[in-house]
């Protein structure tokens, strides 16, 4: 099993609609996690972190589910430049100071 | 300068030929990691460093692949004969706190091996 599982895309949706992407991780002791954007051919920037209370930033809510190891990432209203690839980052190894970075689910926002 | 700063931000280089990539992370931040990602794939960790602590050379992909920190600060990744299979675009991060603090990315070098 990867150690960081994403849905695999893509995602085609209209303006304005709402967009769910959800991520499942492997190591029970990770302790922080990320939601990353990243757009073609440009480097990866932090979208938002993910709490255990969930927290939204906007149009933007992220679940974290510790439980059920799985992270979620909400999207409303979504617009067109919300097209790029979403990547969920978890942080592993047995010391926690590593970024495992999921593959990513690409979303293209249609008009 | 305000974020982490890589270069060259291209490089074509010949089957055979060694190449050095340069990072010059945030100040601050105490860990520096590097990936790789070719044309379409996600990101492939290969290396990491945190503070005075010996690195974590798991990701490396062949003993032509070594990474180094001088004082704390500025990294240099460097492949030894390249492949070309060696060809994608690599990454560096840094965070202030390893694995803890999100990660500030580079605009990374696009390495092409002809």
């Known amino acids: 099993r990867k150690e960081v599982e994403q849905d695999p895309g893509p995602f085609n949706v209209p303006e304005g609609a709402t967009v769910a992407f959800n991520c499942t991780y492997s190591?029970?002791?990770?302790?922080?996690f990320f939601w990353y954007r990243q757009d073609c051919r440009k480097e990866p920037k932090l979208l938002m972190s993910v709490y255990s209370s969930g927290n939204e930033d906007g149009r933007f809510t992220a679940q974290l589910n510790r439980a059920s190891q799985y992270i979620s990432l909400l999207i409303r209203d979504s617009k067109l430049s919300d097209s790029a690839t979403y990547l969920c980052v978890v942080n592993g190894d047995n010391y926690g100071q590593n970024f495992v970075f999921g593959p990513g689910t690409r979303l293209s926002v249609l008009p | 300068g305000a974020g982490v700063s890589q270069s060259p931000s291209n490089k074509v280089t010949e089957k055979g030929k060694d190449v050095e990539l340069r990072c010059d992370p945030i100040?601050?931040?105490?860990?520096l990691y590097w990936y790789r990602q070719s044309l379409g794939q996600g990101l492939e960790f290969l290396i990491y460093f945190q503070g005075n602590s010996a690195p974590d050379k798991s990701g490396l992909p062949s003993d032509r692949f070594s990474a180094e920190r001088t004082g704390g600060s500025v990294s240099t990744l460097t492949i030894q004969r390249t492949q070309q299979e060696d060809s994608a675009v690599y990454l560096c991060?840094?965070?202030?706190?390893?694995?803890?603090?999100?990660?500030?990315f580079g605009q990374g070098t696009r390495l092409t091996v002809v």
């Open positions: 100040s601050g931040h105490t860990a």
């Open positions: 190591n029970s002791a990770s302790q922080s």
């Open positions: 991060a840094s965070s202030f706190v390893a694995g803890n603090t999100e990660a500030f």
